[in-house]
């Protein structure tokens, strides 16, 4: 293994309290992660009476625009310079927001709600979600500035993430199993737990967790300037790995329940227990590549994951139904490596943003990582494309395994098993010949502190 550089000056590593205090925000945000695809679309569509294809007209609509937000807020977050650091102050303007629109979204709505009610409160809990996590995002990149320990912060953050998503997916069915209300009522504590959870995770984060502030010109506006970014060869291979990252779980989460009931015949419970399986593996995975990734570097990390993923995806699509047990076993080492993609990109792109400050002299994180969260959600709309798909070829969205042509349950069986795999295979091949490495970012590192020193030893002499 080749020798990595010292960095000139050595940031202190943060203990897992720190790291803890500092990932407590994921649980609300990733349960708003979870509500905005899965929970809410449902909710309005049964609870709160409007049409199927007004709710899915307004989601989308909702997205594209709010894929547009990011690279804005991530421009702003780059001119950010406040005594308080660089992000913490938009984590404290998103939490009002996002409590705000919670609270209208899951508790006050009422059936008969037209859907300008929808659209106006959804797009403003978009955009302050946009601000929220991308705020979370950029604040990691500072914490810890060196190329391991980066790993080690993203990795607390996705384990964090996957906590607040599988709260959130249990919360309804106790609520119903234990006779607390319906599912509705489910919803709406759901709502409550977040309002609550807000402001008590992210004020224990900006009280408890420190932001260390960078050095570097302000981020000039020009369009050419941003397009730059794009001819870099590692932004392009974080990018269309995360695209595709992205669309392949899209695909089986929008697929799932038609799959395991229409191949494999179990029913709409089983399968979302199944669902849960896969993301606690997710997290009890998560460490292992986030110290694998200090071994091999991210990128190989990121690659094997990739790989070792699309293999034991189709591998337990492939077990025959009818035995709950050992499809959830399957399903749950399936999930194992789930986790990867969505730390590591973060933690690369952040190692990005310290190449773009060396060469440039411009501190451009925020907008680098805005523009890579803009790339996931466009993998999410197009993981919808298989809907057009089956629409075509006369599939019907059916409770039971009868009722389809032969050539529509092969339609869904290739676009759920085999159209994953093979994007998650080119999410590896994609990262072949990495630039970034660990060796180089840590020359970039040693530079960059040597750099920001110099004035300050200027002063002291």
């Not at 905005?36 to 409007?50: C, N, R």
Request: proline fraction near 6%; glycine fraction near 12%.
């Amino acid at each position: 293994m080749t020798a990595r550089s010292a960095p000139a000056r050595a940031t202190p590593r943060r203990s897992n309290a720190v790291l803890a205090a500092f990932s407590g925000p994921c649980l609300p945000l990733a349960a708003f992660g979870v509500a905005l695809p899965v929970t809410l679309p449902e909710f309005y569509a049964t609870f709160v009476g409007l049409e199927l294809g007004v709710v899915a007209a307004v989601f989308m609509a909702v997205r594209v625009i709010d894929i547009v937000f990011d690279p804005f807020i991530g421009w702003g977050m780059d001119r950010t310079k406040t005594r308080f650091g660089r992000y913490r102050p938009w984590m404290a303007l998103s939490t009002p927001m996002l409590m705000l629109a919670a609270y209208m979204m899951f508790v006050m709505v009422q059936p008969g709600a037209p859907p300008i009610y929808l659209f106006g409160w959804l797009l403003f809990l978009y955009l302050g979600f946009s601000i929220g996590t991308l705020g979370q995002l950029g604040w990691a990149a500072v914490l810890a500035p060196q190329y391991d320990q980066r790993s080690r912060v993203y990795g607390w953050w996705q384990v964090f993430n996957i906590i607040g998503v599988v709260l959130i997916l249990v919360l309804p069915t106790v609520v119903v199993q234990t006779g607390i209300g319906a599912y509705a009522d489910g919803v709406r504590i759901m709502g409550w737990a977040i309002v609550i959870a807000l402001p008590v995770t992210i004020g224990l984060a900006m009280i408890a967790v420190p932001e260390p502030v960078t050095t570097g010109g302000q981020p000039h506006g020009s369009l050419g300037a941003y397009l730059s970014l794009f001819k870099k060869p590692v932004v392009r291979k974080l990018l269309l790995s995360d695209l595709l990252l992205g669309v392949a779980p899209g695909i089986t989460g929008s697929l799932l329940f038609f799959f395991f009931g229409q191949i494999k015949g179990y029913d709409h419970t089983q399968a979302g227990l199944f669902m849960l399986f896969y993301f606690v593996a997710g997290l009890c995975g998560a460490p292992f590549w986030a110290w694998y990734a200090t071994r091999v570097g991210k990128d190989r990390g990121l690659a094997v994951a990739s790989v070792v993923s699309a293999v034991l995806y189709v591998g337990a699509t492939l077990v025959p139904g009818g035995n709950f047990v050992l499809t959830a076993v399957v399903m749950f080492i399936a999930g194992l490596p789930y986790a990867a993609g969505l730390f590591l990109t973060r933690a690369m792109m952040a190692d990005a943003g310290d190449e773009e400050r060396f060469e440039t002299g411009v501190d451009r994180t925020g907008l680098m990582l805005s523009i890579l969260s803009a790339t996931t959600k466009i993998g999410h709309v197009v993981a919808l494309i298989p809907y057009l798909i089956l629409q075509g070829v006369g599939f019907r969205a059916l409770p039971g395994p009868a009722g389809n042509s032969d050539m529509a349950l092969l339609t869904l069986q290739i676009l759920f098993v085999a159209v994953p795999g093979v994007l998650l295979v080119l999410a590896g091949v994609v990262l072949k010949n990495y630039p970034l490495t660990a060796k180089r970012h840590d020359e970039i590192r040693a530079a960059l502190e040597a750099r920001d020193a110099g004035p300050q030893a200027g002063a002291r002499a």
